[in-house]
């Protein structure tokens, strides 16, 4: 991708805010488009992933999308066809699905300072929200609705994010269907580079942490690298937020519930 999606997602974009700014005065037509849209096996998967977990368990399934044969941005028709997503498009194709379910196309990317970030949908439930998401990096999967706000759930992410170069700086948020009303980013056969475009224009809010803590961090990372030779999950907190890991981290499913 023009934004290298390799160990978190995105990169350089410009992101922000817990909602999206009103750009227009025309309201959004609709939210989420009529069944007869979906061909019938897109319906039937429809059907069966009702809630976020088994939309999380579904992506967790495919594999992660290392673009081998260059640089995709695939809408939800498009990793259903190819089956495998990386951040974007996991996101993009949750965005659908639970569309269909009475959620909104809320997406949010959390910016690094290496410029590797991460997309991720964002889902509300009993008044908490949560994410799903698709990483090579165990700590920057999915999450339950256990947080008050969008920067709650962003902030969930700072400690699974330090590696040898990332360090969260700032996330913002986004409505696909308001920010993009007539841009077919759920069905188009090609790359919606357009969406891309658009986290990258967005406005971001930043998120300041001790450059003390940060330290302490890159350096627990770079010393279990050291000794195991894998990316680190164990020693993470708040895992009981989390919800199911892929099945790349071996046991790792069983402690993320």
């Not at 990169?11 to 019938?40: E, I, N």
């Not at 339950?144 to 996330?171: C, K, M, Q, T, W």
């Not at 658009?198 to 940060?214: A, F, G, V």
Request: net charge positive; with cysteine; aromatic share 10%.
């Amino acid at each position: 991708m023009t934004l290298a999606i390799t160990m978190k997602g995105l990169g350089q974009s410009k992101l922000g805010g817990d909602t999206a700014p009103r750009r227009r005065t025309q309201p959004v037509r609709r939210t989420s488009p009529l069944r007869r849209a979906f061909t019938a096996s897109e319906s039937r998967l429809i059907d069966r992933l009702d809630t976020p977990r088994k939309v999380q368990l579904w992506l967790n399934a495919m594999p992660y999308n290392t673009e081998p044969h260059g640089p995709t941005l695939r809408s939800f028709r498009g990793v259903v066809r190819h089956g495998q997503a990386h951040c974007l498009e996991a996101a993009l194709a949750a965005a659908v699905i639970l569309g269909q379910h009475g959620h909104p196309p809320v997406v949010m990317s959390i910016e690094s300072q290496d410029w590797l970030d991460h997309v991720v949908y964002l889902y509300q439930e009993h008044g908490g929200w949560g994410s799903i998401a698709r990483s090579r990096d165990p700590g920057l999967h999915g999450r339950r609705a256990a947080f008050h706000s969008h920067r709650g759930v962003a902030l969930s992410y700072l400690e699974g994010y330090v590696d040898h170069s990332g360090r969260i700086r700032g996330y913002g948020s986004v409505n696909l269907d308001q920010a993009l009303p007539r841009y077919d980013w759920r069905f188009s056969l090609n790359n919606v580079w357009r969406v891309e475009r658009l986290l990258i224009d967005w406005p971001h809010r930043k998120i300041k942490t001790s450059d003390r803590r940060y330290r302490q961090l890159k350096a627990r990372y770079s010393a279990y690298r050291r000794e195991h030779g894998s990316k680190p999950w164990r020693y993470f907190s708040g895992q009981d937020r989390w919800l199911p890991l892929s099945g790349e981290f071996s046991d790792r499913k069983a402690r993320a519930r």
